[in-house]
């Protein structure tokens, strides 16, 4: 069993050299990563009531399941995270080593898969951030991500609701009009609706901390927290 969705492997590895051209097909990344790092921060310094503060996630053990090019492991690590960074893409894992190292930055960089990776220890914090949208097998994915999670840990989940507002918004209005994505990037039938999500992470000993919609504002042209989890969301949960 495999979590591996090779077209979707594919077609990340194709566009592997522009993970950290801010203008390139992954801007719209780079746009939501302030509000992502922001969140995730907060979030861990409150469960795991940390007082540093030039160091926040020092001694934290993160584990980033379909880490890219990088771009949450770095400011991760730059926050004193002992990070991790696994991708079933070699092409990515590439990229993101080379990019760590021209910046002097410590992180255990893997091509695997939750249910592939050979690691006795159990992390503190994994980020699942938009990835699960692009899995084969969401069940098994969790599962896999769960075990790999200590008692009382926490996994961010972050991805898009199964709505037509989100066929809408995410495939019709960013791949097609805005062309903030390349067309094909998103697959409208593999979007998760937060009921799914809440459910699978029950199976897997995953309990449901806090849910925000995600949305971006135009006028400020930076993503924000919201109420409305219609399209994006983001999800916290504790390991039970």
Known sequence: MSTINKKEIEKFSKMADEWWDTEGKFKPLHKFNPLRINYIKKKII????IKSKSQPLKNIKLLDIGCGGGLLSEPMCRLG?????IDAS??????????SSKNNLKINYLCS???????????DVILNMEIVEHVEDLNLFLKKSSLLLKKNGLMFVATI??????????IVGAEYILQWLPIGTHDWSKFVKPEELIGLGK?????LVE???VKFDILKNEWMTSEDSSVNYITKFKKI
């Open 46 to 49: 409150t469960h795991f009531n």
């Open 81 to 85: 995270a002992n990070v991790t960074g």
């Open 90 to 99: 070699q092409k990515n894992i590439n990229v993101a080593s080379l990019h």
């Open 113 to 123: 898969s939750p249910e592939k990776i050979n690691l006795k220890k159990k992390f």
């Open 161 to 170: 609701n199964k709505t037509l507002k989100s066929y809408i918004f995410a």
């Open 203 to 207: 199976k897997n000993n995953l309990k």
């Open 211 to 213: 849910i925000s919609g």
